[in-house]
């Protein structure tokens, strides 16, 4: 069955296109195809996960290559390990759960078809993303599971709301993927392949320069940063829950926001090779647990409180990746892989619980507001108990899912004070909003007696799945009671995780958990404690905590609109400026042209004019000169030779003067004889203008 | 007569017949046009299959005619021949250029000159990728300027007029630079000729002030066509005035002139100066990067933004061609130019059908098109996705491939700025999707506009095939240029 894992992302491809292509008019068969698709991949990845463990974990890997230019090959290929097997299990179990779910909360939507498509395409690509055995392979997928996301929750898009939420959350993951995008390059132009096992032995070996592995490792976290909504990227998650229920349950809870840790678990080697890096990520993951965790206590839309939560159980579990990171650069041993990859696990079934039983009381009630709620425990059982199972689960409850792999994280820090601290702080507020949110939600008094009254359980194409979910949200942890056959040598990287039992940690992280509960059914169950009283107490921590701490506001401020202004400016510049500058030579040389025109009009056929009227009043002048007297004549030749005895006496060679002041002379003399004939000058002057 | 001549010819013939036609009969007029450019469109497909298993191989000229003597005296010849970087140029202009009489079907006034300008747009695009001589080569450069300039002149928007004239003039402006630069070649080699591969051999052993001197002037001549920051202002104004078809030519094949004369030209024959001005090259091709997006991101007009994008997307094309020793980046360059002319012709062509039902473009007036358009708004934002990158469709490929090419060759902050391009890119275009085709739905305003029609989609559908196939499986494109480009590298590195 293994041979055939590249079936199963291709199975929900093969949903998309007869959806797109064949199905979208009839909703039943669609959707009935889709579910049948994400189904044997289930069995399949079941099948698959035993043969791993058959395997002893030994990873099995097939590809070939896509192309190479020059000589950086690209492959597609499949890699099933320990962790790619766990990771379709849950992926294929929450997207069963979640298509069969929808079958009820997206009854009678007009887009309904359409649902089950991108649904498919979702599932197509975080398949994808799960079995590539390459980075340049899970980026492709990567971005495909970024384009369904923003598909899949701007879905409503006539709401400005989920469209805006649509295009923030792929942007905003988009600029993580920068990150990651550089770090792919590191990797490739350094290591000059793309193939995971090469990769790591390159760095292992010490063939790449430690500088490099650490800005590779970091810019790869970056792209983690980004879809696993991070500090400081976080902001796009709690937006996205604008998308139907099932999608929150689906993508931003269990799977494609879990991407974000896959990548650094699957690119553990990477990160073990930079202790620097791995601090970087430890640093970065318990920051978003702690502010994630503080924003959870005040919300008071349902979905928005699971959603910060989602972020920081996500910090969670990359702190514990990197704890491991760095432990293991030092050379010491540490339980931080399996704790964050089991954590992962459990995270995926709870959460998707928690969102699928969150849907079922917004399907209810018809608003998101828990304050508006209250005692619907008793109208909506299953959708109730399941909703308590899955919070007592995130809680630490002991013997639940989250008991277990959270323990794991907190055995994670203890060589690390601080962040043992926050760790276990970071519990205790968990314990508390979920269990507020389920006070709110269930038990007291209805809140809003109208909603009340309309409200009632979810039909059982609902309520199944939060039964099965709720299960595992149980079991699920089991695998990882100490001296429990194999799991946690199983998804165990690297050499065996000593499994012994270490009752301190268990007790602290115990009734850590129970004291968040305990306080929370103080404030919100027994009102023994006033809510309100401790808002005013902690005064601007309140105020800071329920506006998001205002990192929406001062990404407005710091990035948005300068980045829109920018864009204006520029826009402003090239039409002014660069353009300015073409039309400016265009101009010029129409200016030149002119000047030319003129320089060519006066100056150069004015010459030629000129020329013209200078002979033609030469000659106007000259004809003085015909008078037609022949004493005139004689007067005017006697003169000539005495002019030119004087001149040749007295040596004056300066010809033109003399010619000069002879003619002119002559012209005067000539006009003074004419002016006797007045009618002869007329003629004359008739016959000049002529 | 050789395949080359008659995809020069064919439309030439079809330009005849057209204007041989009575004017009257618009039908006639289409269909000549459509047949005449279909031929060469099948011409170019099978070329291109005919070149990948017969001719891939090695990087010589295949198909050469000639060189025959033309101008005896002058040493000018009728020489054509294609390789790995002219045929697919030719396939996309092929292709193009039938989608575009396709899509001009409804131009109304003048249609029998409108067609008859077309074709012989298509005779000029396709003997510049096939011309080995440099005078044909300047012959068919300049050619495409005449319908061109009527084109817009005549059918464009508003502005036609300041557009067309600013798109003529500056484009012969570069062309002086070119021709300069063609007579400095032809003065020096000896014996005087203008066979463009004999000049890549000895264009290498002149002077390196005079190769700085031709190079600069040949990418003056080639950046302005690109076009390269900052001499791109011509062409937002001529994609904005242009009608559809015209802009889908512009974005599809024209732009990519500029390119691909610098790799079959300037960069081959000038290894020495293109080093030495290498960095340079790539600084502008990352302004034009950057200063792109950023400029589409503050558009109101659709179809600016999409040509902004264009400036935007060959930036990519210049840093790849400043990454010279790197077979990664030049490939890249290749498939950029390849996936630009197919995803930015989709996108001038969907613009262009909702202008066609609109009657305007411009994007505040719109919204929540999506419930109304459904098939149109699914193809729309298909392509938008393969403009900013999505992996899965060409844009991805070709903007990978010069990313880490250029990363492992030229300086890295500056590679690293360039990514920047990729948020930007997904900004302004999901902006545009967003504005347009998201949120509330204007009933009254526009209820009575009509999905995509089937010639529409017939359109784009080729264009969405080719996309997906060279970002799922690039290894035919690849496997087609990889021995001219591995040549050309060679001959760059001298």
Redesign the interface.
Same mark, same amino acid.
């Given at each position: 069955m293994t041979e055939l894992a590249y079936l199963i992302p291709l199975l929900q491809l093969l949903s998309f296109v007869m959806i797109v292509f064949f199905l979208r008019w009839k909703e039943k068969l669609a959707s009935g195809f889709a579910i049948s698709m994400i189904l044997t991949a289930w069995v399949m990845s079941i099948w698959i996960l035993i043969e791993t463990l058959a395997r002893n974990g030994a990873p099995y890997e097939v590809f070939f290559?896509?192309?190479? !230019? @020059?000589s950086?090959n690209f492959e597609i290929g499949i890699l099933v390990d320990p962790l790619t097997a766990i990771m379709l299990i849950v992926v294929t179990t929450v997207g069963s759960c979640v298509q069969i779910y929808s079958l009820g909360y997206m009854h009678n939507d007009p887009r309904f078809s359409r649902f089950y498509a991108y649904l498919s395409l979702f599932l197509f690509s975080m398949l994808g993303l799960v079995l590539a055995n390459n980075f340049?392979m899970i980026?492709? !997928?990567?971005? $495909?599971v970024g384009?369904t996301s923003?598909l899949l929750i *701007?879905f409503w !898009?006539?709401?400005?709301v989920? @469209?805006?939420a +649509?295009?923030k959350a792929? =942007?905003t993951t #988009? =600029?993580g993927?920068?990150g990651f995008?550089?770090g792919? $390059?590191?990797i +490739?132009?350094y290591a000059g392949t793309f193939n995971y096992a090469e990769v790591f032995d390159k760095v292992g070996s010490g063939m790449i320069p430690a500088g490099v592995v650490t800005a590779a490792a970091i810019f790869l976290f970056c792209g983690a940063v980004g879809k696993s909504a991070q500090f400081p990227l976080h902001v796009w998650l709690p937006d996205a829950m604008e998308g139907p229920t099932p999608v929150s349950a689906l993508i931003h809870a269990a799977t494609m926001v879990a991407a974000g840790v896959y990548l650094v678990a699957r690119s553990m080697n990477v990160f073990v090779g930079s202790a620097d890096a791995s601090m970087v990520v430890a640093i970065i993951g318990i920051t978003t647990s702690l502010l994630a965790a503080s924003i959870a206590l005040t919300q008071n839309d349902i979905k928005r409180v699971l959603a910060y939560s989602t972020v920081s159980q996500l910090g969670y579990m990359i702190m514990a990746l990197g704890l491991y990171g760095y432990d293991t650069a030092l050379g010491h041993h540490s339980p931080g892989y399996y704790a964050g990859t089991f954590h992962l696990m459990t995270h995926a079934f709870f959460k998707g619980l928690l969102f699928l039983g969150a849907g079922s009381v917004i399907h209810a009630v018809h608003t998101n507001d828990i304050q508006e709620m209250g005692g619907l425990l008793k109208k909506m059982p299953k959708t109730g108990w399941t909703f308590l199972i899955a919070s007592a689960s995130i809680a630490g409850f002991p013997l639940t899912a989250g008991f277990f792999s959270k323990d794991e994280i907190v055995a994670t820090t203890l060589n690390h004070p601080v962040f043992y601290v926050l760790t276990v702080l970071i519990a205790f507020m968990t314990a508390f909003y979920m269990w507020r949110l389920c006070f709110l939600t269930f038990f007291g008094k209805p809140r809003d007696e109208h909603r009340y009254e309309h409200a009632h359980e979810s039909p059982n194409v609902m309520t199944y799945p939060l039964i099965f979910l709720s299960v595992l949200a149980v079991v699920a942890g089991w695998v990882g009671i100490p001296g429990f056959p194999g799991i946690s040598e199983f998804v165990y990287h690297g050499e065996p995780y000593h499994t012994h039992v270490d009752w301190v940690n268990i007790c602290v992280a115990t009734l850590v958990g129970l004291s968040g509960i305990f306080l929370a059914w103080l404030v919100y169950y027994r009102k023994a404690i006033s809510a309100d009283k401790l808002a005013a107490m902690a005064g601007p921590l309140y105020k800071g905590s329920l506006n998001k701490w205002y990192f929406d506001e001062i990404y407005q401020v710091i990035l948005i609109r300068p980045? %829109?202004a =920018? @864009? #204006?400016f %520029?826009?402003s510049f /090239?039409a002014k400026v660069? /353009?300015g @500058?073409?039309n400016g030579a *265009?101009s010029l040389t129409m200016l030149w042209s002119d000047l030319k025109m003129w320089f060519d009009k006066w100056i150069i056929d004015g010459a030629v004019n000129g020329a013209g009227w200078l002979v033609r009043q030469g000659g106007n002048l000259l004809k003085f000169v015909q008078t037609g007297a022949v004493q005139f004549y004689a007067l005017f030749v006697l003169t000539g030779i005495v002019a030119l005895g004087f001149a040749k006496i007295s040596g004056i060679t300066w010809w033109p003067v003399l010619l000069l002041v002879f003619v002119t002379g002559a012209i005067m003399f000539g006009a003074l004889v004419r002016r006797g004939t007045p009618a002869e000058e007329t003629a004359d002057a008739v016959e000049g203008e002529n | 007569m050789g395949i080359l001549s008659s995809l020069i010819f064919i439309p030439l013939l079809g330009m005849i017949v057209v204007m041989l036609l009575p004017k009257d009969n618009k039908w006639a007029i289409r269909w000549t046009a459509t047949v005449f450019s279909g031929i060469p469109m099948i011409q170019t497909a099978w070329l291109t299959w005919d070149y990948f298993f017969n001719y891939s191989g090695s990087a010589a000229m295949a198909y050469m005619e000639g060189p025959f003597a033309w101008v005896p005296s002058l040493n000018i010849e009728y020489f054509l021949g294609v390789d790995g970087i002219s045929v697919p140029m030719l396939f996309l202009t092929g292709l193009l250029s039938c989608i575009s009489i396709v899509a001009s079907f409804n131009i109304q006034t003048r249609v029998k000159e409108y067609f008859a300008f077309f074709l012989l747009l298509e005779v000029g695009m396709m003997g510049v990728f096939v011309s080995l001589d440099f005078f044909l080569f300047y012959v068919f450069w300049e050619i495409m300027l005449v319908p061109m300039y009527f084109l817009i002149g005549i059918w464009g928007g508003p502005r036609k007029e300041y557009a067309a004239i600013k798109f003529f003039l500056y484009t012969l402006f570069g062309s002086i630079f070119m021709l300069v630069s063609i007579l400095i070649l032809y003065f020096t080699a000896e014996p005087h000729t203008l066979n463009i591969l004999t000049l890549i051999q000895s264009g290498s052993t002149l002077p390196y002030t005079l190769q700085m001197v031709c190079f600069i002037f040949f990418f003056i001549a080639f950046a302005i066509k690109v076009p390269v920051w900052p001499f791109h202002t011509w062409l937002p104004d001529a994609h904005v005035e242009a009608p559809t078809a015209v802009s889908v030519i512009l974005a599809g094949v024209l732009l990519k002139m500029g390119t691909y004369a610098m790799l079959r030209i300037s960069w081959p024959m000038f290894p020495e100066a293109l080093r030495s001005l290498s960095f340079w090259i790539a600084v502008l091709g990352v302004i034009g990067i950057i200063y792109g997006a950023l400029v589409s991101l503050a558009q109101k007009d659709l179809k600016k933004l999409v040509a902004y994008s264009s400036v935007s997307h060959m930036g990519f094309c210049m840093l790849a061609l400043a990454a010279v020793s790197s077979a990664q980046a030049i490939a890249g360059c290749m498939f950029q130019m390849i996936s630009h002319g197919l995803i930015t012709g989709a996108l001038f062509l969907l613009v262009g059908v909702l202008y066609d039902r609109a009657h305007t473009r411009e994007i505040a007036v719109f919204g929540g098109l999506g419930s109304k358009l459904p098939v149109y708004t699914g193809i729309m934002v298909f392509f938008s996705m393969a403009a900013l990158g999505l992996p899965g469709m060409s844009g991805f490929i070709s903007e990978f491939m010069i990313f880490i090419g250029a990363f492992g060759t030229l300086n890295k902050v500056l590679v690293g700025i360039s990514v920047l391009g990729v948020v930007l890119g997904a900004t302004y275009m999901l902006r545009m999707v967003q504005r347009v085709f998201l949120g509330p739905f204007d009933m009254a305003k526009w209820g009575g506009l009509t999905d995509i029609n089937l010639r529409e989609i017939i359109m784009v559908v080729p264009l969405m095939i080719l996309t997906i196939w060279v970002g799922v499986y690039p290894k035919p494109l690849n496997e087609l240029m990889s021995a001219t480009l591995d040549n050309l590298i060679n001959l760059m590195a001298r």
């Open positions: 290559y896509l192309t190479s !230019f @020059a950086i340049f980026f492709i !997928f990567w971005e $495909l384009l923003y *701007g !898009f006539e709401k400005k989920a @469209a805006d +649509g295009k792929f =942007i #988009r =600029i993927d920068l995008i550089v792919l $390059l590191l +490739g132009v980045v %829109m =920018i @864009a #204006r %520029m826009w /090239d660069v /353009d @500058a073409v *265009g | -």
